[in-house]
């Protein structure tokens, strides 16, 4: 069938057969990493404390610090115990939201049969931080 056909329009049709087997294989990729990409960003997004947040806590923190230290070097205690109450006020707000965000995510521990080495998913599981426990393979599939 092939052997009346010219040698120019045998490589001219080979061609295309590769142009179109390439452009599938493009296009296919391109959406496979939109689509990864999308996976990655609702992850993010699902799985992390703003870092607002967490910065609102650490200048909390600071704050405490450096009132208790003054309160500790100053006479006037009576001048700096408001400041130190309502910045407790403030980090006891914050830790109580940034508990929230992190209750509302979920845990997943390595299985023993799938770890190499089980000491941190053990320890974990002992201690009650896990909500659920998988083999490897399936811990991709719990997270997207």
């Known amino acids: ?35 990864l990409a999308n996976a990655n960003v609702d992850l993010y997004q699902g799985s992390t404390v703003p870092e607002g947040q967490l910065m609102g806590m650490t200048a909390s923190l600071q ?33 109580n939201e940034f508990e929230r965000n992190i209750d509302a995510a979920e845990t997943i521990a390595q299985d023993e049969a799938t770890c190499v080495v089980f000491g941190m998913p053990k320890e974990a599981i002992k201690l009650g931080g896990v909500d659920k426990v998988m083999p490897l393979q399936a811990v991709a599939r719990a997270i997207l």
């Open 63 to 95: 704050g405490l610090r450096l009132a208790s230290r003054d309160v500790i070097l100053n006479l006037d205690k009576q001048k700096f115990a408001a400041k130190v109450s309502s910045l407790k006020d403030d980090l006891a707000r914050q830790s």
């Open 1 to 35: 069938m092939l052997k009346h056909i010219k040698i120019g329009t045998k490589l001219i049709g080979g061609f295309v057969a590769v142009a179109l087997i390439a452009g599938v294989i493009g296009v296919t990729g391109i959406v496979c990493q939109r689509s």
